[in-house]
């Protein structure tokens, strides 16, 4: 059955690519559905697999192939090429390398390759989201697609805390802390596009979805950094240029946190009366946890394999000589910090990469952003850095950044990143901005020549 589903997802691919150059006025909502996709990855079970191992304790359980892959390589052919060569190329394959080469020293190469195969086709959605952004309507729509899974999240989640009485409100992930982070990587950018000047209502509805879901996870780390990572956006959204909106929404801002504490501690309480009776006092795992990745790394530098994790640590001992109590759970759970887990995984040379990979994005998004202070892309690009940072705190708390429902949301930000720093020079002197419109679609926007396309994107709903 699975052989004839991933027949039938490749078979489509062509013809929704030649579907999509007749008809490029349509494509937006395309890229909409692409920005909405990896929150029902889990839920529609939207993988399929070339190779699959589902007893394998790692992170990746196979070669995969999605349904995100299928729309991304059909948007790629239907898109014309834009002509400037992706700009974060070398430190993906920097790292996409390491974890190729983290076979040598693994105990089944075959599933250290998962890891590399998952990293190539993270890497292919950040090409095409970049090379789609030089159609200033794309950017605007692929948001609109991911705040639509944010607030369709935000509705499962306020239903499994209300009607089943979750206390942690996982969505429709397969935990909470997961879309705990995905929340990140949505919210805090479009909060600073909303800082910036109207959107449209569902792009405005994203931001109280992000922070009812930060709420309803019962998540701290999730609730504390997503307050900071507003606060940082307002700060550096200010420093751009003080306005009577945003003086309007630092008030709204201060009498909303008069609401949002007291029920964030309710839920926390909850939380942790249902945990009390299971915790040990005088027990830390996660210091049990890396514990044993800093023996992982003590014994080999060069990592124990990617997607290894689990396996090593129980099959060395490593577990057992850091003190991780014996159970079903902590004994297949992995270190709850990325930076531990890729450095056991893939070594220093791992973490090197691991980090340039993070970093380069990051820095690219902050700078370019504050480069255009009169331009609303320049909103974009500092919200989608301090998004980036936020999700890099938060690995020192989680591993799930190794998952792909949180790499396709991390590609589909860089991706965003790249295209839009592209657009506006920051690798060039000039621009090279492009509209697929077709002569029918141009004549019915009617956009003012005073009034970009991607202003009038923001506030056109869809």
């Given at each position: 059955m699975?052989w004839?589903?991933?027949a039938i997802?490749l ?10 150059r007749?008809n490029?006025?349509k494509s937006p ?12 990855l889990s ?6 697999a070339?190779?699959?191992w ?14 995100v ?9 239907s ?16 790292y996409i390398?390491?974890?190729?080469l ?5 105990a ?5 390759l998962?890891?590399s195969?998952?990293l190539?086709r993270i ?11 030089a159609?200033q309507?794309v950017?605007?729509a692929?948001?609109k697609?991911?705040a ?9 989640a306020?239903w ?8 942690q409100?996982?969505?429709?992930m ?9 929340v990140?990587f ?12 109207p959107?449209?209502r569902?792009?405005?509805g ?14 701290r ?5 997503s ?15 003080w306005t009577?909106?945003?003086r309007?929404?630092l008030f ?10 007291p ?6 309480d909850?939380r942790?009366?249902s ?5 040990a006092?005088?027990?830390d ?11 992982m790394?003590?014994d080999n ?8 994790y689990?396996?090593a640590a129980?099959?060395?001992?490593y577990n057992?000589r850091?003190g ?8 297949g759970?992995?270190v709850?910090n990325?930076?531990?887990?890729v450095?056991a ?8 990469a691991f980090l340039?990979?993070l ?13 255009h202070?009169g331009d ?9 850095g301090v998004?980036?940072?936020?999700i890099?705190v938060h ?7 190794v998952?792909?429902?949180t790499?396709?949301?991390f590609?589909?930000?860089v991706?965003?990143?790249a295209g839009l ?6 690798w ?11 002569k029918a679609?141009?004549?019915s926007?009617?956009?003012e020549p ?6 009038h994107?923001?506030v056109?709903?869809?």
């Amino acid at each position: 059955m699975k052989w004839i589903g991933l027949a039938i997802l490749l078979a489509a691919i062509a013809p929704l690519a030649n579907w999509l150059r007749q008809n490029p006025e349509k494509s937006p909502v395309f890229w909409s559905i692409l920005g909405f996709l990896p929150f029902a990855l889990s839920f529609l079970h939207l993988n399929m697999a070339f190779i699959s191992w589902l007893s394998w304790p790692g992170h990746v359980k196979g070669a995969e192939f999605s349904v995100v892959d299928a729309l991304a390589i059909a948007l790629y052919l239907s898109t014309p090429r834009s002509g400037h060569p992706f700009p974060f190329r070398l430190a993906f394959g920097f790292y996409i390398l390491v974890t190729v080469l983290s076979c040598v020293s693994s105990a089944e190469p075959t599933a250290a390759l998962f890891y590399s195969w998952q990293l190539c086709r993270i890497f292919f959605v950040c090409v095409v989201v970049a090379q789609g952004c030089a159609d200033q309507r794309v950017p605007i729509a692929i948001l609109k697609g991911m705040a639509a899974g944010l607030i369709f999240e935000a509705i499962i989640a306020t239903w499994q805390r209300l009607a089943l009485g979750v206390v942690q409100a996982p969505g429709t992930m397969y935990q909470q802390n997961l879309l705990g982070m995905i929340v990140h990587f949505v919210d805090i950018p479009v909060f600073a596009l909303l800082l910036s000047g109207p959107l449209s209502r569902l792009l405005t509805g994203a931001v109280p979805a992000g922070l009812a879901l930060s709420v309803l996870t019962g998540s701290r780390a999730t609730l504390a950094l997503s307050l900071v990572g507003y606060a940082l956006t307002f700060l550096l959204s200010s420093l751009r240029g003080w306005t009577p909106r945003k003086r309007k929404f630092l008030f709204s801002g201060l009498a909303a946190l008069i609401v949002i504490v007291p029920v964030a501690l309710l839920s926390l309480d909850k939380r942790f009366e249902s945990q009390a009776d299971s915790i040990a006092i005088d027990y830390d795992e996660r210091a049990a946890f890396e514990k044993s990745a800093q023996l992982m790394l003590s014994d080999n530098p060069l990592g124990q394999g990617a997607n290894h994790y689990v396996i090593a640590a129980n099959l060395g001992g490593y577990n057992q000589r850091a003190g991780v109590a014996w159970s079903t759970t902590s004994e297949g759970a992995h270190v709850h910090n990325v930076y531990f887990l890729v450095a056991a995984e893939t070594g220093y040379a791992g973490l090197i990469a691991f980090l340039i990979l993070l970093l380069r994005p990051f820095l690219v998004a902050m700078l370019c952003g504050s480069a255009h202070p009169g331009d609303r892309r320049g909103d974009l690009l500092i919200g989608l850095g301090v998004a980036l940072l936020t999700i890099y705190v938060h690995n020192f708390f989680e591993w799930i950044f190794v998952l792909e429902e949180t790499q396709y949301m991390f590609a589909i930000d860089v991706g965003l990143i790249a295209g839009l720093a592209t657009e506006l020079g920051y690798w060039s002197r000039s621009t090279s901005t492009v509209h697929y419109l077709s002569k029918a679609s141009r004549g019915s926007d009617r956009i003012e020549p005073t009034r970009s396309l991607y202003d009038h994107q923001l506030v056109n709903e869809p």
